[in-house]
């Protein structure tokens, strides 16, 4: 019903910044939120941030705050992820996805079953 396809990995050095895209399609009168996800090697994948339709409303994982920036535009049906000083420690492959009911103006628990539609993934390396 939707699909998400993320851009914008790619090699970066410690300390340097990223911007990724997430893209969407298929749902053009629904207001859902949209989180970002990352797996590590060897690692589970883990909740980063989240924004709701409007904008209003963000989470973000302690780990990031302060780095990540979580933004939309809704018109292009598009949500951001601009990272700055980045770690070695973000390395991971960076998931998008979007949340099958409407989230106007909240966004639901990181850890619910909320999220339905999920993207392929990019990957992000961050060299020392």
């Known amino acids: 019903q939707v699909r998400v396809v993320e851009s914008g990995g790619g090699l970066v050095q410690a300390g340097g910044s990223l911007r990724l895209s997430c893209a969407t399609s298929?749902?053009?009168?629904?207001?859902?939120?949209v989180a970002w996800f990352r797996q590590a090697p060897g690692k589970e994948r883990k909740f980063l941030v989240s924004i709701s339709w409007s904008g209003t409303r963000t989470s973000y994982t302690d780990s990031v705050k302060g780095r990540f920036t979580i933004s939309r535009d809704n018109a292009k049906r598009t949500v951001y992820l601009q990272m700055s000083s980045l770690k070695p420690e973000d390395t991971a492959t960076y998931y998008c996805?979007?949340?099958?009911?409407?989230?106007?103006?909240?966004?639901?628990?990181?850890?619910?079953?909320?999220?339905?539609?999920w993207g392929q993934g990019t990957q992000v390396t961050v060299s020392s």
């Open positions: 298929g749902r053009p009168f629904s207001q859902y939120a």
């Open positions: 996805a979007v949340t099958r009911g409407d989230y106007y103006s909240t966004i639901p628990e990181s850890g619910s079953n909320a999220y339905a539609y």
